[in-house]
């Protein structure tokens, strides 16, 4: 089973709102990821949390603030987002052993719309 | 600095033929390359892996093939179907370039469209 899943499928949000993302994985994974998609673009790394500790910002703006309650969830949490913003956010998972091969499993999504 | 280009942005094929999907990198301290296919809307789907010290792997219908001194990588589907029109993207990671995790580098995407 290398099911990573995400809620909701769709988020249609104002400048003011705050709402958060949610990430879940049952496999024992110790390294999560989050990703955004632009249309036609490939995925572009946002945040790495390796044993529930961030690894990696890639400097993000602040109103994205990620969050790793325990090993199996991973949060992104959004408040005050520009239109720009509007984008696939995904989320994938790996076991984070510090291996080479270390494969990356993604999951559906979260289509994000900010007016 | 695009360190992983897919220079074909599509390809269309026939059912039952090969598809040859390119990718090359720039960095050689990459250790460990990856296919996923994806549809619209959809995560990317884990498809096949190679590592650097090897220079082909097989799964099924899928080939992946490595070549170091070019700095270059294949996916060949044989035979296409139908069900693999999707858009396929290479990436590319380094222990050394992400630290104790991976940072996967993503190619632009080639979009393969397989008619019947």
């Known amino acids: 089973d290398t099911e990573v899943t995400q809620t909701p499928k769709h988020l249609v949000m104002g400048m003011t709102n705050k709402k958060s993302l949610k990430c879940e994985q049952h496999?024992?994974?110790?390294?999560m990821y989050w990703y955004k998609q632009k249309a036609k673009k490939p995925p572009e790394l946002m945040f790495v949390?390796?044993?529930?500790?961030?690894?990696i910002n890639e400097s993000v703006p602040s109103r994205f603030s990620p969050e790793c309650p325990n090993s199996s969830l991973l949060n992104l949490h959004l408040h005050a987002l520009q239109p720009e913003d509007s984008a696939l956010y995904l989320c994938?998972?790996?076991?984070?052993?510090?291996?080479?091969?270390?494969?990356?499993?993604f999951g559906p999504g979260t289509r994000l719309t900010v007016l | 600095d695009q360190q992983v280009k897919q220079n074909s942005p599509s390809l269309s094929v026939q059912e039952g033929r090969i598809s040859i999907l390119n990718c090359d990198y720039t960095?050689?301290?990459?250790?460990?390359f990856l296919w996923y296919k994806k549809y619209p809307a959809e995560g990317p789907t884990f498809l096949i892996s190679i590592s650097s010290i090897k220079d082909k792997n097989e799964d099924g219908r899928f080939t992946v093939f490595l070549n170091k001194s070019a700095k270059h990588l294949s996916l060949h589907i044989v035979p296409s179907q139908p069900g693999d029109s999707a858009v396929y993207f290479c990436a590319a990671s380094s222990l050394r370039y992400g630290g104790a995790t991976n940072k996967l580098i993503f190619g632009t995407g080639t979009l393969l469209a397989v008619q019947p």
């Open positions: 949390y390796s044993y529930e500790k961030l690894s």
């Open positions: 960095n050689s301290m990459f250790d460990y």
């Open positions: 496999m024992g994974h110790r390294a």
């Open positions: 994938a998972s790996s076991q984070g052993l510090g291996s080479v091969f270390d494969t990356q499993y």
